[in-house]
């Protein structure tokens, strides 16, 4: 799944005070004791829905059938899934070069075709943000989770990837049901301009669609300049770090999944929960600097094979 289904969006400051003491009108420093600060407002959890509580339940039983399957494994170098060169090659091309869905009468439909190599060239500043539902426990671990993915993303692409407060351009949503269907105004908001096409794809999200990814530029720019990301706050622990995991990396500009492509989270048959070692190696070939945004398969591919020789030692 990937645009479209997660196609592929603000804010980091802190501030200190230290050591202040402040002047009187009769001269010299005021060391008496100042007032302490007010406490901070507690923050407030909405209660759910009973849409939200069985959507809950659908997914909850959704991973259990999975896992029962064997499938959503949390290896991430598979003895039994092992690639070759040239297979890193084609899956890079099919997941980096290609298009799942294109925009089409005001909605997404299914048609692979060729496209251009898109990442970021700028530092990527995640927001991570809550819907008033969500739980706080959830959220802290949510919170403590994509920071360290963001860490695990900058190490595999050689490129500034971080969590951050203010400024950010990847903003990160976990919301519940109710939630997610008014993200209209806030999509707005965040993305100036955004299409309405991308807005009702997040709002009206089917339940076959776990979690979607969309990534902008400016323009016909193939640099991205912003993404939204938005995960399901339903799904239990295991498949939403899967969702973070597979559309926070799709977000970076691996957009396409590609059925061929083991082992990874690039495809749609959810063998593996997490991003593996194959997929690290897709994204740190995506951020090569030989490799420019906006290269066609044509122009990419001997530089690609190249790369993917290099990394893998040419096996």
Not at 25 to 44: H, N
Not at 101 to 106: K, M, P, Q, R, V
Not at 296 to 305: C, D, G, L, Q, V
């Amino acid at each position: 799944m990937t645009q479209g289904q997660r196609l592929a969006a603000l804010f980091a400051l802190t501030t200190a005070l230290s050591g202040c003491f402040f002047e009187t009108d009769k001269g010299g420093l005021d060391r008496s004791p100042r007032p302490a600060p007010a406490p901070p407002a507690p923050v407030s959890v909405s209660p759910r829905s009973p849409e939200s509580l069985a959507v809950e339940t659908y997914y909850r039983q959704v991973e259990a059938t999975l896992r029962s399957r064997g499938l959503m494994r949390v290896d991430v170098a598979p003895r039994d899934a092992p690639f070759a060169t040239h297979q890193l090659i084609e899956n890079f091309i099919h997941i980096a070069l290609y298009d799942e869905y294109s925009a089409f009468g005001g909605t997404y439909i299914a048609q692979t075709r060729a496209s251009r190599l898109r990442r970021w060239e700028v530092p990527v500043r995640m927001s991570v943000s809550f819907g008033d539902s969500v739980p706080l426990a959830q959220r802290a671990r949510d919170r403590a989770m994509i920071s360290a993915y963001a860490g695990q993303l900058a190490t595999a692409t050689r490129h500034p990837v971080s969590v951050v407060s203010e400024a950010a351009n990847f903003d990160v949503l976990v919301v519940n049901e109710d939630e997610r269907r008014a993200l209209a105004p806030r999509l707005m908001q965040l993305v100036p301009g955004i299409d309405a096409a991308s807005v009702t794809a997040i709002t009206n999200l089917a339940p076959s669609t776990f979690c979607v990814v969309f990534a902008f530029s400016a323009g016909d720019a193939p640099a991205y300049n912003h993404a939204v990301a938005v995960i399901r706050a339903e799904h239990p622990e295991l498949m939403r770090r899967s969702c973070v995991h597979e559309e926070l990396a799709q977000g970076l500009g691996l957009a396409n999944d590609y059925p061929n492509a083991r082992p990874s989270v690039f495809n749609d048959d959810e063998e593996f929960a997490l991003l593996t070692r194959h997929d690290e190696l897709l994204l740190r070939m995506l951020y090569d600097p030989r490799l420019r945004p906006g290269m066609t398969e044509a122009e990419a591919r001997p530089i690609i094979t190249d790369i993917a020789t290099e990394l893998t030692g040419g096996s």
